[in-house]
């Protein structure tokens, strides 16, 4: 830690940021070893393999054996797994925020390289950051598997012809790559899984991919999209061309053609998205040229343009090909990307000439679940099984880690002989104060249901109806639902979202922290709960004379 | 779904509740399968393989081969995972919480069958609920594992050497089978696990076992619990006999020892909880016979005393063995019922004799990690490397369905050449509002610090320090802590317990929703900030003063 050290700070733990310490590390000769420094700042201490995450969702790979330990990787690296608050390119120092101690930390640092990925853009569609279930992390494999294994269960015992269906309808945003493997594991996880149930047969199932292009995979050629199209409709998944998502709610997703202002609304309990991309946080802010889709512009020896000691790499970045066209952001451009960048840091730090990033890809692959797959390898296309054995060759081989090799290689071999896994590990809990999103006409709830959260309005209106008629309007900052909660009986009106409604809810375990020992929250509810007391008076009293005439 | 069923409902998805389930379905001849309805409600759609959950700190067998679908076990049972909500035996009704849609839902029964299990009862100990990892549930296994790569990721990097041994030190509660087999498991995942961290080694952990009694694993003879805590000190573990845990905070345990009113603090990032056990909620309210434990009496056949048709059986019940002595809270023994009370069942619906509960235990078993354990069978005492390999067999050999056996087989070969997993798979978060214990002398927060929540003062007192001067004194209902938030700047002021303090805290994200949305926060948090901003004016001033005057 002494400070004549060089400084190389790598943000981000996926492929491109790994990797690039992995190279760093390759690359220094012995007598380097002291003089530089190479730390990476991830949230999490390892990296996820992304082309196998879909198989986490089927239970075909173990969920640990799709991520490998940074640590392991990188050994010579220094890791800090905490959120990165600032980055200061004036004084060059990075922040991070607390962990256990409320303390934040700074990490000077001589070169930076910035490989913080993208992220999903669910602000665009109304809702999706609130219901849909996003397709890009470890956590969300893991969330999306026990969503769908939740709506199995409840919908064995459902009785409701319609929330049945509900139940049982799956919907996947976005027709590329992540959206096409990840619709084809979890089609195949709903169809073996189903055998536990005794009321649902596979029929009963349906699964619905959206993609606002006319076809589904436009990174391959379009006859090998058309053969997955034709694959994925014959194991009965519904492909929605020229359809995107508009909103998405508690109760189902709503949809909108490309050339039409009608909507339709498909009832469903899980929906994904595994679309728009957007840039991190971060780099929104960093003080760099960008292309459209908001990524840093880097020159083909991969520092940022304009910059001597900037780095950036991955999907963050606009990565020139020696063919001018910037690279797509898949894993073996990330890989090839952080060698050139590794290399070149090194040679900036030794003053020898730099080089220029010189790779155009060596294929493309999908899987299509069910021992399938496309494959486009230079200039040759394969289909199906071959192209399936091909893929799990190609990754198995690709992947970081002897151990993780074997893992896999034994999750594979044991996959063929053994049920698939239908448990139903329920760690995710909705946050106590969370948000939501309701289509208009979507009921919040019925009159005589159970009590177990209260709401505040932040914008748009709701009816509340008592026995079907409209006795007031709430609006922002109006704050419904109290009652039952406070007096444990079963709600006295309906809620129904007038316009499109976007509320806060509050967990009846945090309300009455809250009502109990926030001063200004109990006084508020007091009032609140007078004035509807006070309602309720007043209606009772009109029934009791609306029934004494009659 | 025909009336004229007779319907068995089965409250609990642990060994006891499936076993009953699975031995009804076994015991039903064919043509009462449309006669008897047998149904089974438990939160989670699995069963844990309580033994070998241990395991699943260390890395050993993988996460999910320790549970297995309750499905699949039980074919024939109808499953609802659901909470419960209410035990009504005058109606004969069962109401389960809602799921999706806020509505609950009737289960009746001609049969009940209570299998509740125990809880941790963590309302003894200041803290403990806030601060302690519980180990009990697979969730808990998951979290401890998470919680120990989280303190050694930030021990790594940690340059305060009180704070770094605060990380290294962990603390396990309870010397029974269950915190004896969980430190001996935690305590192997850390010797490996440190080899991956460049500046931690081996020796920098503290490992400590409490044991309120004056020796461990009371359930064994006394010769084997000796050999097991001379095992476990040679391994580096602390154990400290007639000490009790007396209450948690997030820096550490509050130790006394039996015979002395004085206490001790052992600050420490991670404290586990294995004891003592409660009766479950719904075990409290039944209007039954107890003993002190809180457990149902229950007669011989294992239909509760006083009652024709609600049997008890677990954790949950009192049961009596054939010497008289009531049965200890271990599978074999809840197997056993099982099998008592559905042939019991069964013979009541069918006016057949019943028989009694005749079982009186096989051995005890106790793993101490590192291929050594302590057994007691059959009078034979066993230990070391050949009660290991005891232990393995016997519980592979239970452990219910084909495929988890070739699952955990095959994870237990791999074991032996593969390294121990040391991703932290981030995905618990804290809840945007919960409860903090703090013991006298404790920092809330520092001057200086980064602000990330708002507090408010349950009970107990907290000084305002300002350059180490008290300024003020907190008590009940003061909110304090949203200057940083709102402002954006570092804590002006230090926050210290005076006495045993207990807060509630809410993160920024959700004091956020709050402040903007909930019209009574709003004005509160005004009111407070108006007369914070007033406090700090006046202090700025004196100090400007003071300054001028010298």
Known sequence: MSSDK?????????????????????????????????SLVSLENYMVFQPLLPEVISGTIETLHVISPIRRLAKRTRLHTREILEIDLERKVVTLGPEFLPKTKELPFDHLVVALGSRLNSGLVPGMREHAIPFKY??????????????????????????????LTFVVGGGGFSGVECIAEMNDFLQS??????????????????????????????????????????RGIEIRLNTRL???????????????????????????????????????????EKDKGGRILVAPEMHVVGSAFVWALGDCAAVPQPDGIMSPPTAQHALRQ??????????????????????????????????????????????????????????????????RKWRIFTDWCLDIFLPRDITEVRIFFPDS??????????????????????????????????DGQSVATLR?????????????????????????????SISRDAFEKLVTHLPGVKTSMNEVLQKHTATRDAILKQMEDAARKS
């Not at 952080?338 to 899987?367: D, E, H, M, V, Y």
């Open 6 to 38: 060089k400084r190389i700070l790598i943000l981000g733990g996926g492929f491109a940021g790994v990797y690039t310490a992995m190279y760093l590390e390759k690359g220094m000769f012995w007598g380097e070893r002291d003089q530089y420094e190479i």
């Open 338 to 403: 952080a060698q050139t960048c590794a290399a070149n840091i090194l040679a900036t730090l030794r003053g020898t000439p730099l080089r220029r990033f010189s790779f155009t890809g060596l294929g493309k692959l999908a899987s299509l679940g069910h021992r399938s797959a496309v494959a486009e390898v230079m200039g040759i296309k394969l289909r199906g099984f071959i192209a399936w054995i091909f893929w799990r060759a190609v990754y198995l081989s690709k992947f970081p880690g002897l151990d």
């Open 138 to 167: 470890l956590g969300d494999a893991l969330r999306l598997r026990t969503a769908i294994v939740q709506v199995l269960e409840e919908a064995d015992n459902e009785t409701d012809p319609e929330e049945r269906r509900r139940l």
């Open 246 to 288: 508009k909103a998405v709610t508690a109760e189902g997703a709503v949809l909108q053609g490309k050339s039409s202002p009608e909507t339709e609304f498909i009832p469903a309990r899980v929906v994904v998205a595994t679309v728009p991309a957007a840039p991190h946080r971060l780099v929104e802010k960093l003080p760099f």
């Open 433 to 466: 104060v969370s948000r939501q999103h309701l289509h208009t006409g979507e009921m919040v709830f019925d009159q005589g249901d159970f009590g177990d959260k209260v709401f505040v309005v932040i914008s748009g209106e709701a009816d509340v109806l008592r």
């Open 193 to 234: 899984a189903v055998s536990a149930y005794q009321s649902i047969k596979a029929s009963d199932l349906r699964v619905i991919l959206l993609q606002s292009a006319d076809r589904i995979l436009p990174e391959l050629g379009e006859d090998l999209a058309r053969y997955a199209h034709k694959i994925l409709e014959q």
């Open 476 to 504: 922002a900052g109006d704050v419904f639902g109290e009652m039952a909660l406070i007096s444990q009986i079963p709600r006295s009106a309906s809620i129904q979202a007038k316009t499109p409604l976007d509320l806060i």
